[in-house]
């Protein structure tokens, strides 16, 4: 099968020829594998065998590639009025343009119309959609977006329990954008939109699940219904590190079919039981610990633990491998072939797990 076959059979909870892989990573990993495989940027993702492409263009996007270059310690402001300094190796917001409330009223929001917005899902298009499956992905999109960048994270969730009502505002502004910049790289033919916030803890949602359901549930039902009103097919991802699994009801209810990365905390490390209470109504992406087990594992317990994954979540289909996180310096590079052996060597179809 073609990367994109695969892909895409199995998000149908059907069983390709071998279970679909997309293993991300931060830039000392990519320059760790480039320096092996001989290529770089987003041609090492095909050159080790994943099977779609992510292009990224939300606010996180701007973050990222925009400062990524930084030397430790300096600063770069993005368009939204968040100021990002280098520190340690990751760009951290050091100051949020929503300092005050009233901030708001002031506050400009970027053009999602901004035709150049699209300039990179349309080269990615060009380049790869024949081949491999194409996710555009919009995160962070609602309330980590307000927390991380925006606002700053202790005074949000103080400001999501004093005034809910203004905290509505903020995420209806971040919704408006990204239901306009989501729906056009819609029209664009992409195959999946991916969507989310780093709600999860790791026992649980970082807010309660009913004031998740009052604040967040009701933007995210906005946003993936103008998507589907401009492709009633396509697919859409939600992501959040953490246990988010409280909410994986309501995330169907919007219309939610795939979810990542799947962190084996809480009650989602029960792989088992995720899979048999919503293996028929969801895919899975990630699930391979990356906090203790890759980092400081052997690579013999990294194989048994990607038999268990795919024992777990694979049959039927309805499952792409990944870490439960992207990968970071710490992980050794052996640990990092023992996954990538392991999957090759146990992910075929019909498993023999």
Known sequence: M??????LTALKHKEPDRVPQLIRWGKEIGERLSQIFGVSGEDLGPRIGNDAIVCQVGINALMEMSVGDLSEGETFTSEWGVVYQRQSGFNNPIKHPIEKREDLDTFKWPDPNNPRRLDEIKRVMKKYHNDYVVIVDLSSSLYEASMAHLRGMENFILDSYDDPEWVGRVLDGLADYYSTLGTHAVKEGVDIIRIGDDIGTQTGLLIPPELWRQLVKPRLRRMIRSFKKA????????HSCGDFS?????LIELGVGFISTMQPTGAQADYAAIKKKYGDRLAFKGGLDTQQLLPHGSPAQIREEVKKLLRAYAPGGGYVF???HMLYQDVPTENIWAMMEALRDYGKYPLKI
């Open 2 to 7: 073609k990367p994109r076959e695969r892909f």
């Open 231 to 238: 492709n009633p097919k396509i697919i859409i991802l939600y």
């Open 246 to 250: 409280s909410v994986f009801d309501d």
């Open 322 to 324: 990944m870490p439960g």
